[in-house]
């Protein structure tokens, strides 16, 4: 049975999907670092603090409260 084909929309690369394809491309540098420039490029820098309910929030929540 012919093994079908795996496309990482991040990375916009093809590759043949077995297991340890997979996660060997997942792991790798290149598309760590294209999956991160993606994500940031959806953050929006004006829209950080235009949370409406962010005014009530426990200061020691927010800094003991890891986003990332």
Not at 25 to 45: E, I, K, N
Not at 47 to 66: E, L, M, R
Request: proline share 6%; aromatic share 14%.
């Amino acid at each position: 049975m012919p093994l079908g084909k795996y496309y990482c929309d991040y990375c916009d690369k093809e590759f043949q999907d077995t297991p340890a394809a997979r996660k060997r491309h997942l792991q790798g540098l290149q598309h760590l670092r294209a999956r991160a420039q993606w994500y940031h490029s959806l953050s929006d820098p004006n829209q950080a603090f235009a949370d409406p309910f962010a005014k009530g929030v426990c200061n020691h929540f927010v800094k003991t409260v890891n986003f990332l």
